[in-house]
């Protein structure tokens, strides 16, 4: 036996292959079907109906195309009850503008770049690398605690106060250019800092470097508008208007939750976390030193507890997810049990420790939950709402399995109100930082 497969291996390899005459058959339907449509299970698509007992009202369904907001919209589906109910329309009608929203985070994450950068004591390149600080540094994609931090700042504006335009759904190109411009620049920076420029030199660089991308993204998404008049009907059927009206007005106005208030809840079973802890990543933020990205990790079923307290109160649930395995988009259903590759394939999937740890699973996705199905108080089936519009899946929604939440969702984020004494308790400790690269 050495260290290479030999050619009498492949030969006893085949014959034990063509042994098991159902393999014959196998091979032949996948190559013609496809792994999913000759694996999958249908009794399992009947098994998990859209039928919900506790469910929100029917909404709008966002469309994030190529964009690769959909931490945007999970935000705007998490706050759009609320805003439709102040306006006094149907939220059939609302639509919140995730352009705004994403100008201002690119623009602000340019600036927690530069100023990590700043704040470096080792500037060696190596180090830069080693510690993946600008491998993600303005790339899109996000997590709850950017969305409000923006929210915050900035405020909120409807749809058509700046609406999407032709780059603001294509994410490669500007993510490519901005990503692109922002590294030069730091290079730059890391140079004057290894030349022992000063601090106010540092900065002068800087914010002529923001005034550079202020340009850029003006031109490519639209300049944000900084007043507005703003005029609806409302379901009196009554004409509302409002002039010079700004998006922390608008905000102020319409938004009556409180974002601040929202805790990211995680459940991450690894060989290097602990239940119990906070822990917080290194480097990745939007607005420098305001939108920290950190999460309580706790066990799955605290977290569906969590959830279900919210949802029964009519607050949809943000979740992190990964979602490309096991999951059928015509009927949307999201099932452990959905292809059978251990039968068909003699292959046994990773558990979520074992995922997580090796970085096969991770948070590429972020979509809401506004509905469960209960039995004797036990969740059975999730309704998870998703921003890809609503041609595939059950009307857009994902009909989650309860299994589904236990090997895939990563993290839910929930009114602090809803937990426990013990849980708000944990919340006091001062989070582990973790890496850029890690999976959460």
Known sequence: MGDQISLQQINHFSKEYNKDTANKIIENKITQNGIEDTCINYDIIDENPPIFNVELPESKRYHQKESHKCWIFAGINVIKHNVAQNLNIDIMDLELSDNYIAFWDKLEKSNNTYENIIALENTDLTYVRKEAILKFCVSEGGYWQWFVAIINKYGIVPINIMPNVVESINYEKIDAIFTEKVKKDAIYLLELKNKKESLEKLREVKNSFLQENYNLLSKILGEPKFTFDYEYKDKNNETISY?????????????????????????????NKQYGKIYAKKYLGNIYQRSRVTFLNLQPEELKELAIRQLKDGIPVWLGIYHKKFRDKKSGVLDLRLYDYKEMLGFKPLNKKEALALNDIWLDHCMTFCGVHLVKGKPIRWKVEDSKGDEEKANGYYIMNDNYFDEFVLNVIVDKKYLSIQQLKLLEQEPIEIEVTDSF
């Open 243 to 271: 002039q010079n009206m700004t998006p922390t007005d608008f905000r102020d106005k319409f938004l009556t939750l409180n974002l601040n208030d929202f805790v990211s809840i995680g459940n991450l079973p690894m060989y």
